[in-house]
C-alpha cells in the first residue's frame, strides 16, 4: 500500500488550502484513513480521521469548525479541507492509513500505511 500526499504550500493566515492523499495499492475502502501533521521541534499530532465508511470523521480541538475531512472510495482518494488557517496550523501534514479502522482513530499506532508529508507554511 502506497500514499502519497498532495497539496501543500504557503498561505496566508485566514486563508484556504486543500491537502489530497491518493492511494494505490489496495482498495480505499479497506481503510479508515487520517491526517497527522508534525510541526518542527514538535511530536506528530493527529489532526482529522474518517471511517472507512465516510460516515464517522473525527477532529482535534484545534481545527474543528476549520477543517473538513472527506473522502472517495471511487477515486482512492482522502481529502482535507483547510479553512481560515493560523500560523499555527504550519507543519509537514500526513496521510495515513489504518486497515478496517481497527484501534484509535487518533493514536499513530493505529496506522500502519503512511505517506510521505506536504508542508503547509502559514505566513503572511
Not at 113 to 122: A, I, K, P
Request: hydrophobic share 35%; proline share 3%.
Amino acid at each position: 500500500v502506497q500514499l502519497q500526499a498532495f497539496g501543500g504550500g504557503l498561505v496566508r493566515p485566514a486563508g484556504s488550502l486543500s491537502l489530497s492523499c491518493v492511494v494505490s495499492g489496495q482498495t480505499l475502502s479497506n481503510f479508515g484513513m487520517g491526517w497527522f501533521r508534525q510541526a518542527p521541534g514538535k511530536q506528530r499530532e493527529f489532526v482529522a480521521s474518517i471511517s472507512w465508511s465516510g460516515l464517522t470523521p473525527h477532529y482535534t480541538n484545534s481545527v474543528k469548525g476549520r477543517f473538513t475531512i472527506s473522502r472517495d472510495n471511487a477515486k482512492n482518494t482522502v481529502y482535507l479541507k483547510m479553512n481560515n488557517l493560523e500560523l499555527e496550523d504550519t507543519a509537514l501534514y500526513y496521510c495515513a492509513a489504518r486497515p478496517f479502522d481497527n484501534g484509535d482513530y487518533d493514536n499513530i499506532r493505529s496506522y500502519d500505511y503512511w505517506g510521505r508529508g506536504t508542508l503547509v507554511t502559514v505566513s503572511s
